[in-house]
């Protein structure tokens, strides 16, 4: 396999006593719409502009295919970033605005207005080569600051919250018009976002980072799936907690106890009988049914009402309270507040914890 287009190794940064990012090792591969997804203060925009070279590294290295750049100034990097404000010049026109990056390189005349107009078509905004920045909508800029950046064909293209002051509605369209521009054009994307639900519709892989760390990485699916603490299913969608006791195993499987109810779950590595567990149990994964016809015996506490989705709160006596996230389409039980029912799940439905 060739080298990564990007490593980051033990990548530190200080500021004074302060670890904005604390020992970041990371590999991303040319072509991947790669996102960095944290809570506001986790050192995302840190990293970033250490990638792009504007924030130098306390500590530690970034190399571009096993070339070492830690100390090459932003322009001799050859990547474009994108931030959350758009910063488009406000005295030049959109077209001046796009070539910018290229007269800065000595491109030619002509080839530089093919190449403007081209990059234009790209995100939908051929029509507006003449107009001023002021008179476009945030949406418009922000399409208007994508195409600059990729006028001069960046090998990686960095972007910092690019959508996040938009509106919803906007915001969805353009993920999509993102995402499919990621897939034409081939560019690495290095993505970063403290949104969850756009890093897993937008990426092929996700980096979890937390107080400067990374916390856990993968493909959006295996991170849904799979999360190793409670850090990460929480902040990847919701997730019930359960502790629970391990009372047997056997070569297919485990049984634990929690909450004085016995169920199955898949082996755990190393948990002999005895030993206790946290498991991250999803809201989707729980059935409600009439009292008796599940494991688990609880009171509806409360219901709200998503649209396509319901929310309901169970009051177990000693799990506490259970979130389950029920189709409003679904088939069985209507749950209502004071209701007594049960509840269970499959097998496969809880996942170990590693817990930090
Ligand atoms: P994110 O982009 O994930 O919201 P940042 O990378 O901007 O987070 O910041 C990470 C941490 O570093 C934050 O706690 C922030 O307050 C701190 N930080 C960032 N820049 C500076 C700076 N110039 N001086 C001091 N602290 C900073
Ligand atoms: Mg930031």
């Not at 072509?31 to 504007?54: D, N, Q, R």
């Not at 107009?117 to 080569?129: I, N, P, R, T, Y």
């Not at 938009?166 to 969805?172: E, F, G, N, S, V």
């Not at 949104?195 to 990426?203: F, K, P, R, T």
């Amino acid at each position: 396999m060739s080298d990564p287009i990007l490593s980051v190794r033990n990548a530190i940064k200080t500021y004074g006593d302060f670890r904005a990012l604390d020992g970041v090792d990371l590999e991303i591969w040319a072509g991947e719409f790669l996102t960095l997804l944290g809570p506001s203060g986790s050192g995302k925009t840190t990293l970033l502009s250490a990638i792009a070279g504007f924030s130098p590294l306390t500590g530690g290295q970034i190399l571009t295919r096993g070339t070492d750049i830690t100390r090459l100034p932003p322009e001799k990097r050859g990547f474009a970033m994108v931030f959350q404000g758009y910063a488009l010049f406000p005295t030049m026109t959109v077209a001046e605005n796009v070539g910018y990056p290229l007269r800065v390189r000595k491109w030619g005349r002509q080839a530089l207005r093919e190449r403007v107009a081209e990059c234009l078509d790209l995100v939908q905004m051929g029509a507006f080569a003449d107009r001023m920045p002021h008179q476009l909508s945030g949406g418009q800029q922000q399409r208007i600051a994508l195409a600059r950046a990729l006028s001069f064909r960046p090998d990686v293209l960095l972007l910092d919250e690019p959508l996040s002051a938009l509106d919803k509605t906007l915001r969805a369209d353009l993920q999509w018009e993102l995402k499919a521009l990621h897939e034409r054009l081939g560019v690495t994307f290095v993505y970063v976002t403290h949104d969850q639900d756009e890093a897993l519709s937008m990426s092929d892989r996700i980096v979890i980072l937390s107080d400067g760390r990374i916390q856990q990485e993968g493909a959006p699916g295996d991170l849904y799936n799979w999360p190793r603490t409670r850090f990460v299913a929480n902040f990847l969608g919701k997730s019930n907690f359960v502790e629970a006791r391990v009372t047997g195993r056997n070569d297919l499987g485990m049984t634990a106890v929690a909450g004085g109810t016995s169920f199955a779950l898949p082996a755990v590595e190393g948990a002999a009988p005895g030993t206790t567990l946290g498991l991250a149990l999803r809201p989707e994964r729980i059935r409600i049914a009439r009292p008796g016809e599940e494991a688990f015996s609880g009171r509806v506490r409360q219901i709200s009402y998503l649209g396509e989705r319901c929310q309901v709160i169970i009051e177990h006596p000693e799990l506490g309270e259970m979130l389950v996230s029920q189709s409003t389409w679904h088939a069985g039980l209507r749950p209502e507040p004071q209701m007594d029912v049960s509840f269970g799940w499959d097998t496969d439905a809880c996942v170990a914890l590693r817990e930090p």
